[in-house]
């Protein structure tokens, strides 16, 4: 499987931003797909992720309320609704798939896009 993240860009403070995430070379029925974000000098962390057995979702906390993970199953594809953004979201995001449900462990996913840069203005 390979993914392809895209629509990260330059935002205001309090804006919005959607990201995708297109996956080729296999669907993503069978997988639990993920968010990721790596800040400049911070290490890569957890930010969503919607895991196929039944389709729950879990978020970071310091995104909870203000951004949405969704699938598209027909479309193979992931998107990540960002609202209310600040400048402590500004990363690289990275969209990930694995087979281990309800997992926030990078080490559980084994397939990674090339990531995204978003940049959030105060």
């Known amino acids: 499987v390979q993914l392809q993240a895209s629509g990260g860009g330059p935002v205001q403070a309090g804006g919005s931003l959607r990201l995708s995430c297109t996956a080729s070379?296999?669907?993503?029925?069978?997988?639990?797909m993920g968010w990721f974000r790596q800040a400049p000098g911070q290490e890569r962390e957890f930010v969503a992720s919607?895991?196929?057995?039944?389709?729950?979702?879990m978020y970071a906390d310091s995104v909870k309320g203000r951004f949405t993970i969704s699938r598209d199953f027909a479309e193979n594809t992931v998107s990540l609704e960002m609202n209310n953004l600040s400048p402590e979201d500004t990363a690289v995001y990275y969209c990930?798939?694995?087979?281990?449900?309800?997992?926030?462990?990078?080490?559980?996913?084994?397939?990674w896009g090339q990531g995204t840069l978003v940049t959030v203005s105060s």
């Open positions: 990930a798939a694995g087979r281990v449900v309800f997992s926030k462990s990078i080490a559980d996913y084994k397939h």
């Open positions: 919607f895991t196929w057995t039944g389709g729950i979702v």
């Open positions: 070379g296999g669907p993503l029925t069978s997988l639990n």
